[in-house]
């Protein structure tokens, strides 16, 4: 949509008395087969600030949507309900036609009354009817305290930071000038090239490693918008995201530039395998490493025989992870060896050989075929190395042959892991950036978002992340480059409309907002008064809500999923306590996240599992925005039973706040235990995208439960409180 | 990124064929740079391989949930044109200047009044008539179907092969009569669509499962309870054809003891296939992992020639597997696999390379790792791209050190699995990498022509 | 026995004399001062039933030109009967001889008691005298093969991709031996190879258990070839004097290194009944030689199985009749080398490869046609490979598929099986042409459950460690064989024939109706439903006789063709009980006598 329509809708709609549309969609048959449209649309007519509504064939095809901007305009509408499908699919479509027709798209809600009513009780005409009614009445509640909301934006400033002068970080510096972007490249060194300095040549296409950082060198020089910044380390980084200050010391003060994202591209070192195999007590037991740069020296003459050791300090033996690299590395600099000393032997003891796709597999086969000797050890069992009188000596037992075997090499080279290096962990700890257990840093999503921090503003690529080679390495530099580049492409950071927003005078300052949130938008700041209040940093700010569910003096809420939009829902889904006697049906509210449970919920429907209508659910984008001030109220407002669902622990959208929901959770059902609620009345379940027929069950054994408590007492509940008082 | 907000701020567009995980990404990245994405997938719904699966290693995030989002979100994007049921016919032209021709194939359903109801999949005569593709088979579908319940577009497609009114066979086409909204329409061409303003094309288009039954001593498609990973991955997905439940094919039984290989296909001369598909290993763990978590006491038996677990996590994954999922790892490339004729159960012979001497274990199922092939027709694809496949057939990089996502036509860049066998992680930075060298190329072919105009 | 080399020279006789009466008839003759002949030199057995075919034939092998047997008379033999063994060996012995071309007038059998020290003089003379009249033996003044040179190890390794090796024990796994033999283990001999422990590899027994069946390889994913590195060290292991225990004491073997003499001139087709179109030279490049291989020389050392292998020359020349096809064959055809060559004796192999390369060029003929795979194999893969030898190499199967038009196959409908053998299969890929005959020809086939490139090997290679392992794995295959409900199991290889019969002689360890299965050779099955099994089909389609063609370029040949005739009937006494070739030639009906 253009700006001046939305101007449009701030000035005319948007405000004054309240003008509810309700729109009410067939689907065809999906909808109007299973349930009575028009009853449903002559309901939402009586609905209080409802001066319109109708029923369409089909709301989201072009007429059905034209339909809804004309009632609009005719009727001066300035909130819209769609009674329809699923928002999931169909809120963003339905968002725009509200603009265009100059209402914000913050002020449209959606009722699921098909994926969540027609398609589960397809055999319950009346029941599925007044369901539908209910959550209509629902939407139109919440309709009635939305807001017009607007997506801030901040500047953001066109530049760059690129830390550290690897292959990584070059690639990752050249890429963002080359799209018209200054950047500075930052490298603690005195010399770009990172690890590639040290190596003799490189696959898979066997270059040697000078040229290639010559060759890259070169281009970072000639980049007019590059700056390099050498022997520069990094004293401090403040600001946020879109407007980062950094100041680099160079030597002579500090020098002080302004950046708008920040890549991290520091790199990884050589495991130093102090104590392992001998290492250390001879000259000529060496790591890959100083193989490498020993080749490169030509410090090596007429070599006989060589034994590589895999593995050396990795995959269990010091640290626990594979090095990825290690492997192709052993294979590389075997096949290095027979080249230059023709006739010599080579045996690489390893722990399965780790060469994966097709060119490092086929060096392998290449190295087989060239004579070098592969053996496999027990990881139980590892080879031992020693001096004797002057001679080295390699033992160790062949686990396939289940032999012992000795070799007197006059070079044995250990293979060793890539580990964090301290400059990393120097800028991880300043840019607040989390670590993994490896001590390498920690993407904002293992599979989806390997080169972001999850912190806006920040990535990262090469080995910090992760042992990686080269090839890696530079497509995760051009990934990287291209985040750090669409901020500034776009002039602007978009935050999100849905987040937190702070009663300053309510706030008690005790910090548990910064403590829970995930992505470190609140902090704890002195105003001018003296109080120390929470401050939200929008910029960083999700909208999860799971400060707002934990704050204790309710003064954090989150916009578009207001306290108060919450208990209007409550209150209005049960209209009437539910009947005691044999037909006693419990009236259930579920609290789910948007992007697991509901739309688990939703599968449901498509999958057309069916389960009884007792339920009505209430969508925040977070389980972690369930205030357990909602289960009460819940069941103060008629409900027999509440239950409260999320992604899987470890799923969850918003990293880890799901955690708060669980921490909650468990508190709430000691709370219930003491007030003698029985503990079926409230239910946690964790219910993915994917488990359609895991709700669906969810919700027949709860209402098979409940329907052997009967109705829930809330006088009780009252009663009990006040006892305490 | 907030969706709906990018404008087009770059007068050239960029291509991206294929729609899985990693042209998703690409889309994505680009749209939200401002560039004007024209999507061309060859299926009728995005999402590709990942969509389809179940869980994703090492976190054993469901892996549907996590991507259909970003299926959504790339679906809707005001700056992503995405055409599904297409192909590329013809490129012409050269970096940051190409033409490009596309063939859209006829879904026999207007996408337009289509609003993913069913009332017509329900209404086919043929109806779970023939094996999808989608469920690995498995699950079945009807001349007119989706290829699985999440399915971006949310609309219905007719097979021609299948479909009685196609075939130009008798047929009551009740599917018409079931689509209120009249969007079957038997008359639909196929329409080619030429976009004469790509700046760079991203080549996304993935690979394809090896099919096992060459190699016979392993008994697929001879043995009723010897299925391939893939087929296993749809049976264990809750939104598969079983609902998640896995179970032998002669008895309904759901198995207590489970095998898999590895390598099935991969590393192997024989097929052409030397080379090592990268995931394997992972994945068997992973399935190993569901089973056990389906039922606590069901036991799997994971034979495998070299063990790689060289991402971030795998190895811990693996040990993960071994110590609280009670998997036993052997490594061993079994000889051959046997049935009992009446049990339908499967004997693995392998030798146990330690102690040495050949034996045999009994299983109620087995997994067969199989290898990942390019897709078919990817010769042709390179020909209309005029890109070279390497010796297997995988498209090659230019210069597989500093330009790994460059193909050997300038402009032309490739990305994901269709390069080499690769996991969700590789696939998604290459997404992300490719399109930083289209947005780079583009401006880079920008400069020149302003340098040009300035020496005019 | 010392050489001594001279054009003729006195003859050289070898007795086997047993202890109770020949051997005591000697002594007599001592005693009494009865002068004979000093031309023999006298080996004692406990009985002349201990007589090997294998010393008879290895003692002409090293030059003997006359071997005597002499035993008890018929009635009163020391241990009741054994002396009739003798004489059906001997018997046997008469056609080996006949066929090498020695001719059965070298071998001598005779009743000898204690007191007959006269008559053992007497006989050693007369044979001297009848071996005077006689050249002397073609193989005089044969050896030991000379040690063959060194081949380096390490070349070995690399040019049979063991290099390769992932050590995953596919191989292992695969193998039919190791499968029953838990100390056999490819991959643990790869290994050693890997170690460079030459030694150990070659001197290790296991070495010689290998069948070279190929399981192995065709499911190795690393193109390991482990037959082929086999072989090598085989003959590495032939050098430094380790060897394989052969069977029949190496017999076989034996006859092999005799065709190796260039000197010899043997009398093959006198094992093609009459009325074939053959000739002896080919008028083009695109005439087919008929290689006939060892099947009569078998049909003779094995005529106590119910085997009937020495009818597929005859048979395969018929049905190559039939299609229209008159095949070169040879008289003096040379075993192909085969098992020499896979007993790692490249020396023994080489002699028959330059002698056959010779005769087999003089013929002037393009295309080769055999029936049996293992020639099959040696002579498409392994002749171009020692020498020069361009032919065109097809086993039968594959000309007759491409001629089935021409062909009238009608056999019954009964249910038959088919085995894949290693060579034709797994080495050479032949696995439709047989099936498609066999379909062609009416009858049903039911597969085995392990069939083409996963079908078990027949148990033995090239004579070599038969034993335990090969009965288990003979009993296993035959079980798959009867399980199939099939009447018969037919085998395109002669070997696989000898070894299933000879699997079903004796114990078993297994009820005998799990395995017993009639073994027919896939050519002579196609002979009979092509209905060219008997005698009269034949001289209908041919006039004159091969033997007459053959007279009249060949001597030697109108000799034996008139001899086949005789050999025929005789033999029909003595095979009679025990199914010998020439009884039941043609006549499927007296099948049911032999059984």
Redesign the interface.
Known sequence: MSEENKGKGKSKKNAGDLRIGVFVCHCGANIGGFLDVNAVAEYAAGLPNVVHAEHNLYSCAEDGLAAIRSAIEEYDLNRVVVASCTPRTHEPLFRENCEEAGVNKYLFEFANIRDQCSWVHMKDWDRATRKAEDLVRMAVARAALLEPQEEIELDIYPAAMVIGGGVSGMTSALSIARQGFDVHLVEKEGELGGMLRYLYNIFPENRRAEEVISELRERVENEDRLTVHLNARIDSIDGYYGNFEVALDEGEGLNRIKVGTVVVATGADEFEPEGLYAYGTDPRIVTQRQLESGLKEGRFSDLKEVVMIQCVGSRGQVLSYCSRVCCATAVKNALALKELFPGVRVEVLHNDIQVYGQRYEENY?RA??A?V?FK?YDPERRPEASVEDGELKVRFH?Q??DRD?EYHPDLVVLSTPLVMNEGGMEVARMLRVPMGGDKFMFEAHVKLRPVDFATDGLYLCGTCHGPADITESVSQANAAASHAVNPMARHIVETEAITASVNEDACIGCGFCAWACPYGAPKLEAREDGKLVSRINEALCKGCGTCAAGCPSYAITTRHFRNDQAMAMIHTAFPEPSKPGPDFEPQIIAFTCNWCSYAGADLAGVSRFQYPPNIRIIRFMCSGRIDPMFVFEALRSNADAVLVSGCHIGDCHYIDANYRTRERFEALEEVIAELDVEPERLRLAWISASEGQKFAETIKEMVEDVKKLGPFDKSRLVYKASERV | MAEGKAKVLHEKEVMVVGGGVCGIQAALDLADKGFQVRMVEREPTIGGRMAILDKVFPTNDCSICILAPKMIMCYNHPNIDVMTYAEVKKVTGKAGDFKVTALKKPRYIEEDLCTGCGDCIEACVLAGEFPNKWDAGIGRRGAVYMPFLQAVPRIAVVDEESCLTLRKEKCKMPCLRACQRKAMNFKQKPAEVTLDNIGAIIVATGLEDYDPSEI??YGYGRYTNVITAMEYERLINASGPTGGHVHRFNDDQRPRRMGFIQ?VGA????MGNPYCCSVCCMYATKDAMLAREHYPDIESYIFY??LRAFGKGFDEYIRRGREEYGITYIR?????V?EDPDTKNLFI???D?EE???KSMEVEFLVLSTAFVPFHGVENLAKTLGVELDEYGFFRAEDDLLNPLDSTRPGILVAGACQAPMDVTDSVEQGGGAANRAAEIIAQAGKKTVKKARKA | MAERKSAKREPRIVAFCCNWCAYAGADLAGVSRVQYAPNVEIIRTMCSGRLDPAFVVRAFRLGADGVMVAGCHEADCHYISGNQYAKRRVEELYDVLDLAGLGRDRLLLRWINANEGSLFAQTVDDFVDRLSKMSTSPLAGNGQAQPPSKRDFEELV?ATGV?????????????PV??RD?TF?P??II??A??DLADEVETDRLLWSCLTCEMCEQ?????VQFCDFVRGARAEARRIGSLGRASHTGVALDLMRIQGEKGLKQNRLRAYPEGLKMKTKATGKNDYLYFAGCAPYYQALYSELPVRVGEIPGDAVALLNAVGVRPVVLDNERCCGHDLLWNGDIEGFGNLVKLNARELSATGAGKIVTACPECYRTLKLDYPEHGKFDFEVYHISEVLEERLGKLDLKADKSKVTLQDPCRLGRHLGVYDAPRKLIEESGAELAEM?RS???AICCGVSSWVSCGRCSKAVQVERLKEAVSTGAGRLISPCLKCSIHFNCALTGELPVPRKEVEIEIVDLTSFLAEAAGLKDGAGRTEKEASGAGKKAAATKKPAAKTSAKSGAAGKKASGAGGKKGSKTTVKGKSSSKGGER
């Open positions: 086969r087989r075929e004579g000797r496999k062949h396939l042959m075997l | 016979t001593e390598c590393r192997d001369l024989r020639t070299d061993a490339k079994p000889g051959e046997t012979w392998y030798e390379l040495g001497g050949i | 690399e290099l390769n090796c992932l050590e995953c024990g596919k191989c292992t796994a695969s193998c190791a499968r838990p283990s991959r643990r290994e050693r890997l170690e499911r190795c994913p690393s193109g459950a083409r490139g996963d």
